[in-house]
């Protein structure tokens, strides 16, 4: 016997190389290829900040104007550490306030000029990597100060009023009543704009813009909390979108503990082009893997676009492919809080028993990470009574089979923006369950042989033949075909696809070299 399901080891290990058959293609791809993002991820490491009149960073303005000189295909690091030099100064920010003004211009350096940019952009990259360590350290204190929460799984709760004077007390509020993570989500469609917006921002659509002053805000106030209820409260956000590589860096820098960053996510339901996600996802979790840092992904979106049962085995094989993607870029088991879904029709024949099933199955695979458990959104009617019940089936399989993150399901989700009493009533039903059934994962074990071993076998094999088909072709073309989520994204096209440039043969990227190298 292998675990509660009985999974047949030889199967389980072929499904992860064939995972890693799939997914190296894609590696060796990202591994060759930068983007505009990556690139201003890099800057910002070495210190460039603000932005513009118009709310234009000048991250961005320093970047495209390197690109505009010399092209993205070098890295932008050497040749803005070259202008420095030339123009006499030592503050990047400057020289990218000066570059927009068009009083500066950009060559690719050769010989010793390179050389000495290249010691100066590296020691400039090392600072701000070095910051990322101490944050990581400082968060390792305070969970040794104030202690991690006494129970798993851990209460993920999400704020989100587009205010983050709002989001900030209703966040403590939330933590007292229970919560162990927030996640304050993201204003709808920032994850299409190609800046990251700067500043504390009073105004969102359906959540609060991601910016690294708010980051700021709404850690301190969280390490307030942490200070008051003697546990350490976690924070979550997004590094999604075309700024994925930014966004992860800015978490390092102001110690956020989770970050959502899933591998396909921006492709499958952002139209994001698949080459800029997977260039601009392997940095990003190169800087996660650096900080410290939870991620979380997606696969729970599928099920929401898919049927649950049908395309089980999606979820599966996606799962595999982030945890070969994340282990690539140096993330620890411990950091993939890989995602899953109560997403079955509560109308199918013995849906509770197919949910555990599916839900065992996530966490035999992968018994040491901190899977993320998501709760119904889909078949949500407005039925509040009929809502609350199905959350309380949600905590209970989270609990039955040993989930590590549990988000709270709202009996309005997906019919209305919940209201603040709304979250008490959730919290209500997570705490009874966790209070009442709490050790039950100890207890179950499904019948050998029996419906729940069963439907695991089959999803398991299902993604074996998945995966096999995928190596046929290509995951690449797998996504162009709709396999994840039904939708269907080819290569050549999709959003942020004018940022992305082959490397050329000179090609330097310092934050790169530091992450994959010795600790700066």
């Known amino acids: 016997m292998t675990g509660k399901l009985d999974l047949d080891p030889a199967l389980v290990a072929r499904a992860r190389e064939l995972a890693r058959r799939a997914g190296q293609p894609v590696v060796d791809l990202a591994r060759s290829h930068t983007t505009v ?4 991820a890099v800057l910002r490491l070495a210190g460039v900040t603000g932005a513009d009149p118009d709310g234009i960073p000048w991250v961005n303005r320093l970047v495209d104007a390197v690109a505009a000189d010399v092209g993205l295909g070098h890295g932008v690091a050497a040749a803005v550490f070259d202008a420095l030099a030339r123009e006499q100064i030592t503050d990047v920010t400057l020289l990218a306030q000066k570059a927009a003004a068009g009083s500066v211009r950009f060559r690719q350096p050769v010989g010793k000029d390179a050389t000495a940019a290249r010691r100066a952009a590296r020691r400039a990259v090392a600072a701000g990597i070095r910051r990322i360590d101490r ?8 969970i040794k100060r104030y202690g991690d929460p006494a129970q798993r799984p851990w209460i993920y709760l999400i704020v989100a009023t587009g205010d983050i004077y709002e989001d900030i007390p209703q966040a403590q ?12 989500i993201r204003s709808t469609g920032q994850s299409l704009l190609d800046y990251v917006p700067e500043g504390a921002t009073r105004e969102g659509f359906a959540g609060t813009y991601a910016t690294q002053e708010n980051f700021r805000l709404m850690r301190e106030a969280l390490d307030a909390s942490s200070r008051e209820l003697g546990r350490y409260v976690r924070l979550t956000n997004y590094a999604s979108g075309l700024c994925m590589p930014e966004m992860a860096t800015l978490a390092g820098l102001e110690r956020l503990d989770m970050m959502l960053n899933d591998s396909m996510y921006g492709i499958l339901f952002r139209d ?9 996802q392997r940095f990003s979790r190169q800087v996660h893997a650096r900080a410290g840092i939870i991620i979380n992904t997606g696969e729970d979106n599928y099920l929401t676009t898919a049927d649950a049962v049908e395309e089980a085995h999606t979820v599966t094989v996606s799962q595999l492919l982030n945890e070969f993607f994340a282990h690539e870029a140096g993330l620890a088991d411990w950091q993939l809080g890989l995602g899953h879904a109560f997403e079955i029709n509560p109308d199918v024949p013995e849906s509770l028993r197919l949910e555990l099933a599916h839900a065992l199955l996530a966490r035999e695979l992968f018994p040491d990470a901190p899977l993320k458990w998501m709760p119904p959104t889909k078949h949500m009617t407005g039925d509040v009574f009929r809502g609350n019940l199905l ?5 209970l399989v989270g609990t039955m089979t040993g989930q590590g993150i549990l ?3 709202m009996m309005t989700e997906a019919v209305v923006t919940p209201w603040l009493s709304d979250r008490d009533i959730a919290l209500q039903n997570v705490r009874y369950v966790l209070g009442a059934a709490g050790g039950l994962h100890e207890d179950f074990v499904p019948a050998p042989g029996g419906f729940i071993q069963q439907r695991a076998h089959r999803v398991l094999a299902e993604a074996v033949r998945l995966l096999e088909r ?17 939708m269907k994204r080819p290569p050549d096209r999709g959003k942020g696809l004018d940022g992305v440039a082959r490397h050329e043969d000179d090609y330097w990227n310092p934050a790169t070299e530091i992450l994959e190298g010795a600790r700066a």
């Not at 007292?176 to 304050?184: K, P």
């Not at 995928?470 to 039904?486: K, N, Y």
Request: no cysteine; hydrophobic share 50%; charged share 25%.
């Open 407 to 409: 988000l709270v399901g």
């Open 135 to 142: 944050r990581r350290a400082e968060r390792e204190r305070l």
């Open 470 to 486: 995928i190596g046929e072709q290509s995951l690449l073309t797998a996504i162009a075909e709709g396999t994840f989520g039904i």
């Open 272 to 280: 994001i082009n698949p080459i800029r996600t997977f260039v601009d």
């Open 391 to 395: 959350d309380g089936f949600f905590n």
């Open 37 to 40: 993002s990556v690139e201003r």
């Open 173 to 184: 509020a939330a933590a007292r009543a229970g919560a162990d993570v927030i996640a304050v």
